[in-house]
């Protein structure tokens, strides 16, 4: 008899102890990975209020910058994997799902990938053996340990044509292929993926529709394609977003959404004087340096206007719309395989300042005290 009350008094103070909390990973982790982005302070542990974040909220990561090429491999004859090394560790350490970001881009790309040793373009010849000993070394050092790579990010343009890359210049279409025929030599193993922006665009989307028919013709393989999410409070439209998933499905492909935000502040192109706020923009770099401040001002008021916060009804806008977005994800989970935030906290977002120096913005799932913003709160309730 005694040891029955001893249960039934154990059992009483387990029913009434706080249950540990729940976190997006554990309610939405059934359908798709639930990622972040994880900038160098992060990477290093100096943020461990962004830490417990990543425990509670995440099962997979993203590297936002120690892994482009710029980063990685500043000189021909010299990579820099220290902190590279130090994002494996931490994806290691606490059991996450991690993703390469990214082998081949224009932007944040040596320069002297492009350039012979008389400063002149590069050959054909050279740029293809320069790529496959980029991506051969990277994908090598980390085989096994990462599930896949951007292979290549944003070359096509909002109409459907190739951006005019370097890449481009010298290659031509052939550095799409060779770049995930060079990643699968490197780790046959790794998942391959094309990465973009703006991919509710009907031209963009049916150009990397073609992108992907190519590639398969080849014998190529490419696994998904990432949609990249910098979404704002007038686009894209869920309807133009399922249209474009819809067509990359049906190549045959999964779709990540990669790189998701979405801006708080006005549209630019939605500004009551479109014409005004670009001349303004274009003034700010030409007057003199004691103008230029009034100018940031008055540009700062057209395009950042929530510096002291959000208003409440605007808060409300932009929580219905993350919501509508995440229902889709949600919607389409059987063909989504991750879906990765561009950034923990509002606090470090790159949005901030990137439309005007020393702007303001709102645009993730936590807000600059490391709260949950009201629509991932719901969530979890809603799917516990």
């Known amino acids: 008899m005694k040891n029955s009350y001893i249960i039934i008094a154990a059992l009483a103070v387990a029913a009434c102890a706080p249950k540990a909390p729940l976190g997006l990973k554990d309610v939405l982790g059934d359908k798709f990975l639930v990622g972040t982005a994880l900038n160098e302070q992060q990477i290093r542990h100096q943020d461990p209020k962004a830490d417990s974040i990543v425990a ?6 993203v590297p936002e910058n120690c892994m482009k090429h710029a980063e990685l491999h500043p000189k021909e004859d010299e990579y820099n994997f220290e902190l590279a090394d130090k994002f494996v560790e931490y994806g290691e350490a606490a059991g996450l799902t991690m993703t390469g970001h990214c082998l081949v881009w224009h932007s944040q790309t040596g320069r002297w990938m ?12 050279l740029l293809k053996q320069r790529m496959k000993d980029h ?7 980390y085989k096994g340990k990462l599930k896949g790579w951007d292979v290549v990010n944003e070359a096509i343009m909002e109409d459907g044509s190739y951006r005019k890359s370097l890449y481009y210049q010298i290659l031509g279409e052939e550095f799409i292929p060779w770049a995930f025929q060079c990643a699968h030599e490197a780790d046959p193993d790794a998942e391959l993926y094309y990465n973009d922006y703006g991919m509710n665009l009907e031209g963009r989307r049916n150009g990397v529709v073609r992108l992907i028919r190519q590639l398969k013709e080849r014998g190529l393989r490419i696994d998904a394609v990432g949609m990249q999410g910098h979404m704002g409070m007038d686009y894209p439209t869920v309807d133009e977003f399922r249209a474009s998933m819809d067509a990359f499905i049906a190549e045959g492909v999964d779709v990540m ?11 630019e192109t939605q500004s009551a004087d479109v014409g005004e706020t670009q001349r303004l923009r274009m003034s700010m770099w030409t007057v003199a340096p004691e103008e230029r401040e009034a100018i940031r001002q008055e540009l700062l008021a057209r395009l950042c206007p929530y ?3 959000l208003p409440e009804d605007v808060s409300a806008e932009w929580n219905a719309r993350m919501r509508a977005f995440t229902d889709l994800f949600i919607e389409y989970a059987d063909h989504i395989t991750r879906v ?6 509002d606090a470090t977002s790159w949005k901030n300042g990137f439309v005007v120096p020393g702007g303001t913005d ?3 799932l936590f807000d600059r005290e490391y709260n949950a913003k009201p629509f991932v709160n719901q969530l979890i309730e809603d799917y516990k």
Do not use: C, Q
């Open 56 to 61: 509670l909220h995440f099962n997979a990561i």
């Open 340 to 345: 990765t935030a561009w950034g923990i906290t």
């Open 307 to 309: 510096s002291d916060g």
């Open 257 to 267: 959404i990669t790189e998701w935000d979405m801006s708080a502040n006005p549209t």
């Open 362 to 364: 709102y645009p993730l």
């Open 135 to 141: 991506i051969t070394t990277v994908m090598t050092r």
């Open 114 to 125: 492009f350039f012979d040793d008389k400063g002149e373009l590069a050959s054909p010849e």
